[in-house]
Each structure stands twice: as C-alpha cells, then as structure tokens.
C-alpha cells in the first residue's frame, strides 16, 4: 500500500439505477473483512444511500450488540473542489483505501473524483442505454461507432494523469444485472465492450447479478459477506457471494486476497463512524 496516501476507488455513472452504491458499499465492506483500514466520502448529499447503508450498519450493530468491519463515512457537502480534496485528505489519513461515491448524474465533484481515481469502477447494467453512456453503436451491425463524451473525458484525464504524475488510472467497466438480458443482446453487448474497451483503455469486469437480496439487505446494513449474522442461507445468497469475490478479484486491487465473511473485524461501522 502507498505510505502517504490511501489507495482511491471512486465509483462513478452518470446513469442512475446501476447498482454504483450497492457495489460500493460490497466492495468497502470486503477490503475491511480482508484487514483494511477503509475510509469513504458520500458525494450525492441528497439521496446519501452510501452513507445510509452504513448508519443502518451501525444502529445493527447497537441493537445486537455486535462488531461488523466498517468504514469511516462521511458526506460531502462542500462546495468547491479544493474542499472536497481537504476532506479526502482528512479522512483518508491513515487509511489504506478511499472510496468515494458518485451520484448517478453529471456533477462537477463526481467528474473531479473519476479523474483523480486509482482504480474508477464504472457499473453499468447490461443493455445499450447504459452503454451509451461510454460509447455509441450503429444501429443495424451493433459496431461502436465512437466514444461518447463520459469515455472521452476518462481517456483525456488517463492521459493528463500518466504524462504529470507518471500513474495511470486503472478503469474498470462493471458490467451488473447480466441475469436478465436476452441471450443475442448479452452477446451483442459483450462484442462492443470488448471493441470499446481496446479503444477506450478500460477492462471489463463481471459484477453483481439482479437479486432480491441486495435490496433486502439495505435497512439492516448487512451485506453478503456477513453470512455469520444472515441466518440460514438459500442456494440464490451463495452464488451471489460468489459473484462478489469474483468482483472484488477483478477489480485487482492492492493487498488483494480472498474475502471471508468470518475475519476478523478491522474496525467499526456504527453512527460515529457513518458521520454525516
């Protein structure tokens, strides 16, 4: 892990209904199972369904009396970006990972936190209205005709990156909800990802699947990987727990290493922690 800054995960789609937070708050709460300090900045101070999940998180923890792995949450409401990167400072000080999630439109902090991201983690449901989003197709042969402007400002800020600081960011490409696509248009989809990609510079991942759970899961905090608090689970919550550790090695982060729902906790989740 770098020794002066923490490791930056921002999650971003100017698409709303991607499961962008739902993947966040996974992902947080795996890197914490696997014994990292986790920090993370809500930037959607309006909906704040990052943070939320973490507040339900701790009144869970209260009200059973347990300790969870956790991050330490806050929501931004500043209104420059010279103030949210204060408060990524503050907050990811000691920190090995810094999440930061995006709220599911075009927004000049979001665009900020895409461009200053070590990993940028972009989920997107499996159809042509989400991939529209980074790039265009024709529409009789399904060939990408160009980039739209989301790709164009990521490849234009990868290239600022590399040039000054000598890093690139890593850009992944989440693909989510797969379950329900038609076979021909998985496929379709699958071809113009993997073109775009080339083009684009971004890697495809395979991500969480459209299921009952994860919206279940929401008032109590909980996450799949807390299977010691889940109480009897179906075939359905295995398989997605599956999904998750097949995400999370995807997404190659540092210190990667297999997730476990029975680690031991790195730190706490609760209402002090989920600071709003």
């Known amino acids: 892990m770098p020794d002066k800054a923490p490791h930056r995960i921002t999650f971003a ?3 709303g209904g991607t499961g962008k937070s739902t993947t966040a708050v996974h992902v947080a709460v795996a890197l914490a199972y696997r014994g990292a300090k986790v920090a993370a900045i809500d930037l959607d101070p309006r909906q704040r369904t990052f943070a939320r999940y973490f507040e339900n998180r701790g009144e869970t923890e209260v009200r059973r009396g347990i300790t969870l792995p956790g991050a330490k949450v806050e929501t931004f409401t500043g209104s420059s970006v010279e103030e949210f990167e204060e408060a990524a400072r ?37 159809s042509f209205v989400d991939f529209d989003l980074i790039g265009q197709v024709d529409a009789e ?19 600022t990156r590399a040039l000054s600081r000598r890093q690139e960011i890593d850009w992944v490409v989440v693909r989510n909800r797969t379950g329900h696509v038609e076979a021909r248009n998985k496929l379709r989809i699958e071809k113009a990802l993997k073109e775009l990609s080339k083009r684009a510079g971004f890697r495809v991942a395979k991500g969480l699947s459209e299921r009952v759970i994860y919206r279940e899961l929401f008032p109590s905090g909980l996450t799949l990987l807390d299977k ?16 998750m550790r097949a995400l999370l090695s995807g997404l190659n982060l540092p210190q990667a290493g297999p997730v476990s729902g029975d680690a031991r906790p790195s730190g706490p989740s609760g209402p002090k922690a989920a600071a709003a």
């Open 90 to 126: 503050r907050l990811g000080e000691g920190a090995d990972f810094l999440i930061v999630d995006t709220p599911g439109r075009d927004d000049p902090f979001a665009r900020h936190a895409a461009t200053e991201a070590d990993t940028l983690v972009t989920p997107l449901n499996d």
């Open 141 to 159: 042969t399904f060939k990408v005709r160009r980039l739209s402007f989301y790709a164009e400002l990521i490849w234009d800020a990868r290239k």
């Open 228 to 243: 010691g608090h889940l109480g009897e689970l179906g075939t359905s919550h295995v398989v997605a727990r599956q999904e």
């Open 13 to 15: 789609n100017e698409k």
